[in-house]
């Protein structure tokens, strides 16, 4: 199972918007809405920010939104702040029955 | 609150077995709306879903093509966690392991963290 596709960095100033890619097949994100994002900051576990493609867990900032479209979810994180720099990874169910991750991607808050 | 606490060796030789323990509080391995997965993060920085196990009125498992051959979970029911075990492993084995909860297919919990070294 080939990780999906996202960016290795994206980068935004203070109170911008920024959306992160996943793009992976029509054996994965395409068939499932079993798409989830997690947030990592360095030295710690990673943290669950968006389930189900678009569903925010309770205490997660409602700055944060997930997407899908085809084989491509996304998420949009809406007036960015510094604590947001962390890197961000996607994962999906698969057709096998088991989970692949993202290549992760580096938020950089300029 | 559910809190998952992991133990076991930080170095193994290679060729041997990874051995690694989670211990679930706050919530039953039982569980009919939980699985119970290991995932690793290579020193490159990837995260990797390596298998997971749940009980869904007999227990189930589910393994990641790339390590299925050498990967065992196994719940302990007795104890209320779970186990990885990973035979034959190499360098390229080293990791930070974690175990974390899926409920809800969402990984919500997750244990510290294991850095593993595979090194003779």
């Known amino acids: 199972q080939s990780a999906l596709t996202q960016p290795a960095s994206v980068s935004g100033s203070p109170g911008q918007s920024i959306t992160i890619s996943c793009t992976g097949t029509n054996s994965d994100v395409g068939r499932y809405n079993y798409v989830a994002w997690y947030q990592q900051h360095p030295g710690k576990a990673p943290k669950l920010m968006i389930s189900e493609v678009s569903n925010r867990p309770s205490g997660v900032s409602n700055r944060f939104s997930g997407s899908k479209s085809g084989n491509t979810a996304s998420l949009t994180i809406s007036g960015l702040q510094t604590e947001d720099e962390a890197d961000y990874y996607c994962t999906s169910y698969t057709s096998r029955g088991t989970r692949v991750f993202g290549g992760g991607t580096k938020v950089t808050v300029l | 609150q559910v ?6 060796p930080g170095l193994v030789q290679p060729s041997q077995t990874l051995s690694l323990t989670c211990d679930i509080s706050g919530d039953s391995i039982f569980s009919s ?9 290579s020193p490159s ?62 990984m919500d919990v997750w244990g510290q963290g294991t850095t593993v070294t595979v090194s003779s």
């Not at chain 2, 809190?3 to 076991?8: E, F, K, N, P, R």
């Not at chain 2, 990641?64 to 990967?71: N, Y």
């Open chain 2, 45 to 106: 920085g990837g995260l990797e879903w390596l298998g997971r196990t749940y009980y869904r009125s007999k227990w189930y498992n589910d393994y990641a093509e790339s390590v299925k051959s050498r990967i065992t979970v196994n719940p302990d029911t007795s104890k209320n966690q779970f186990s990885l075990q990973l035979n034959s492993v190499i360098p390229e084995d080293t990791a930070v392991y974690y175990c974390a909860r899926d409920y809800a297919d969402a």
């Open chain 2, 33 to 41: 709306s939980a699985a119970w997965n290991w995932v690793r993060q």
């Open chain 2, 3 to 8: 809190q998952l606490q992991q133990s076991g």
